[in-house]
């Protein structure tokens, strides 16, 4: 598609957006987001960038479907399931996270138990039918949902993903009966094994349904109101963009969508640049998020849990949140952002976060009425950011205020003087931001200095590089508009679709057959509806060794029969299960137990960026940072990006643009390479 491609993706402090001509012109804007309206803050940014030319493609990442999740506004949900599995939301999974915790608390189900109903009806497990679907008493229960305000209801019957008759017997019945209410039907939303997963997933799906609809269509409608009428597309949890209608039949997959968009950028631009093994930080006002690239490709997985303090798709570490098994990028999250709170409990130790102060009224340096020091205001104390202003002069800084809560609340309590103190809540950030970069590698057998840290966020490129050091991790790369790379990530996003078949059998030569049938089939969904001639299809299965409880995804081939790719995709396996989980066992029975197909249409991109600066620092300027005990107070040199070349440069210095700032500590080097890239390394640490 032609013309001018604008992305926008919405943060819980700021929002970015990027707009993207064709001869590769980027421009950026960071503004603070509108909680009252969301899409208010997007309308706007685009009137200011539009001018009289319409854009031709307006991207979207948003948080809307977490949130209504995190928390707890979505919609009142009704559940239907099997006689006798009305509980199953409440039983979950033996699993918690807190293995020395007895009392712990999982969070309340979505659906209250007073809203989740029975009907008689069961499948066997290879889908035979043992008690047909009781006509009376679907009646009975569609006349009595009929007197309760509900806006959505989920169905979930036992064994659905094998026969889905009785599934598409009730939605149809209740689509007749209720056509404003949102119906999530199992069958359609996750045709796979596990009942818990199945059954959790349909409700997350009816849960934020309605908001999110309401939400994509009042932003469609915006944008059109304004002239804006250009293709609508929504960055999808698994790293790719769809229309939204699409999204508003299947909300679920959007529950990850923010955090995915800035991982795909660094994947598309960290390989033009060489960068194959990448552990990529993002770091905003609320969050900090790291993920997995490895050999050019993203870490993706289907089992996720949203909601639990650290959202991650651990295979050892579950139970805390509610389980969404569609696919997604591998990304885990923390609760420890530029906007933490900063505060000395009853025991005199120095506490960080989770509690964030957002956009409004933000941290103390804003100015807008802020109560607690924050991770920012610490940032603002240590010289780490520019005093007067931030994003080009549109966000004020009062240094002063800043100073003084440390110098008079926190500096004191600790016995310590006000450097010292914000020293210790950098410090303290980065520790827990640290688990987030753990999660995605040493928690899966990768050993973090064996990648490239890559910085994003508007605040990844102030820690990122002490967070390498701490990892002994040697080379840290800042891309071009890190602090609004989840909008840029946007842009280089495939348009994607995606099929999924539960196929429980052994992985053996008389199962080829069957699968390839089945694999031809979504693969037909898959291409009518991305319908382009250049899509790139992908098939996968999910295997484990025979007797295992769980299964990794490998990737089949096309070229050949899978008759006759049997070993190399055993050897695949095995190769994979190593890495996961430190051993194999060759030679041991596979088992196929979902089938996979994924059809990706590249955006059209220009082969590079050219990124249009706004209001840069002046040249010559520097000012006193605090580097920590080691180093002390430092004067340091405060440049731009094009200060910077291929030459290494040893630090301190502080990189300054709009989008955000990077800190160079004194014992690192600093270079710009032919990518517009920032590197910064250690050199031989380890």
């Not at 293995?99 to 009907?119: C, G, I, S, T």
């Not at 790291?290 to 050019?296: P, Q, S, T, V």
């Not at 020091?373 to 240094?399: H, M, Q, S």
């Not at 979902?594 to 840069?616: D, H």
Request: glycine share 10%.
């Amino acid at each position: 598609m032609s013309g001018i491609r604008i992305a926008a993706d919405i943060g819980g402090t700021f929002t970015d957006v990027a707009c993207l001509h064709p001869d590769g012109r980027l421009v950026t804007r960071k503004v603070p987001s509108t909680p009252q309206d969301y899409a208010a803050a997007i309308v706007d940014t685009m009137d200011e960038l539009a001018g009289e030319t319409p854009f031709a493609e307006i991207l979207h990442a948003s948080t809307v479907a977490t949130n209504a999740i995190l928390e707890g506004k979505g919609a009142r949900t009704a559940l239907i399931t099997t006689r006798g599995f009305r509980d199953v939301l409440e039983l979950r999974r033996i699993r918690v996270p807190r293995l020395y915790e007895p009392l712990y608390e999982k969070p309340a189900p979505l659906v209250p138990r007073r809203l989740r109903f029975e009907l008689t009806e069961r499948m066997d497990a290879r889908g035979q039918v043992l008690t047909p679907l009781d006509s009376d008493e679907t009646e009975a229960l569609i006349a009595h949902l009929a007197t309760l305000d509900v806006e959505a209801v989920a169905v979930c019957f036992l064994h659905a993903h094998v026969n889905d008759a009785h599934e598409r017997a009730l939605a149809a019945r209740l689509r007749a009966a209720f056509p404003d209410r949102f119906i999530s039907v199992s069958s359609e939303v996750l045709p796979e094994i596990r009942e818990y997963e199945r059954c959790s997933t349909t409700v997350a799906n009816a849960y934020i349904g309605p908001p999110v609809a309401r939400y994509l269509r009042s932003l469609s409608d915006r944008l059109k109101a304004a002239g804006q009428g250009g293709r609508l597309l929504m960055m999808q949890s698994s790293g790719g963009v769809q229309q939204i209608e699409t999204i508003i039949a299947r909300p679920a997959t959007v529950v990850e969508s923010g955090p995915a968009a800035g991982v795909v950028g660094v994947a598309r631009m960290g390989a033009r640049a060489g960068y194959e093994r990448i552990i990529t930080f993002d770091m905003g006002g609320t969050t900090a998020k790291a993920a997995m690239i490895e050999d050019g490709r993203i870490a993706s997985t289907s089992e996720y849990e949203v909601g639990g303090g650290i959202s991650l798709s651990s295979r050892l570490v579950k139970g805390g949140g509610y389980a969404l098994k569609l696919p997604v990028v591998d990304v885990s999250e923390v609760g420890a952002g530029g906007g933490s709170m900063v505060r000395v409990d009853a025991a005199g130790a120095l506490r960080v976060g989770p509690e964030s102060a957002g956009a409004h009224p933000g941290p103390l340096c804003y100015g807008r009425g802020g109560t607690a020091p924050t991770v920012t205001d610490a940032n603002v104390v240590l010289g780490y950011l520019n005093p007067e202003a931030l994003a080009g002069g549109t966000v004020p800084i009062d240094a002063g205020a800043a100073r003084q809560a440390f110098a008079q609340e926190v500096a004191p309590v600790l016995g310590c003087d006000m450097h010292q103190a914000a020293f210790g809540v950098h410090r303290l950030a980065n520790v827990s931001m640290m688990r987030a970069v753990k999660a995605v590698s040493t928690y899966r057998g990768r050993d973090p200095r064996d990648f490239t840290l890559f910085c994003f966020g508007g605040n990844g490129g102030v820690h990122g590089a002490m967070i390498a050091r701490e990892l002994d991790m040697t080379r840290v790369v800042v891309p071009p508009a890190a602090g609004v790379y989840s909008a840029v990530g946007l842009l280089f996003a495939d348009f994607e679709a995606s099929r999924s078949r539960a196929f429980l059998a052994p992985f053996d030569a008389a199962m080829a057959g069957r699968a390839g049938a089945v694999l031809e089939a979504m693969q037909a969904e898959v291409a009518t509806e991305l319908d382009d001639p250049e899509a790139v299809i992908r098939w996968s299965a999910d295997l484990r060794y025979t007797g295992q409880a769980f299964e990794l995804p490998i990737d089949l081939p096309r070229d050949v029969p899978l008759a006759d790719a049997l070993e190399d995709v055993r050897r695949a396996f095995d190769a994979e299960h190593e890495k996961a989980y430190g051993h194999a066992m060759p030679g041991k029975g596979l088992q196929v137990v979902n089938l996979r197909v994924l059809g990706s249409v590249a955006p059209p991109t220009p082969g590079g960026l050219a990124l249009q600066p706004v209001a840069p620092p002046p040249p010559g300027q520097s000012r006193t940072v605090h580097f920590g005990e080691t180093f002390g107070l430092c004067d340091t040199p405060i440049l731009r990006r094009h200060d910077l070349d291929a030459t290494p440069r040893q630090g301190p210095a502080i990189i300054e643009e709009y989008e955000g700032t990077t800190v160079v500590p004194p014992d690192a080097t600093v270079h710009r390479d032919g990518f517009d890239n920032i590197v910064i390394d250690y050199g031989d640490r380890i």
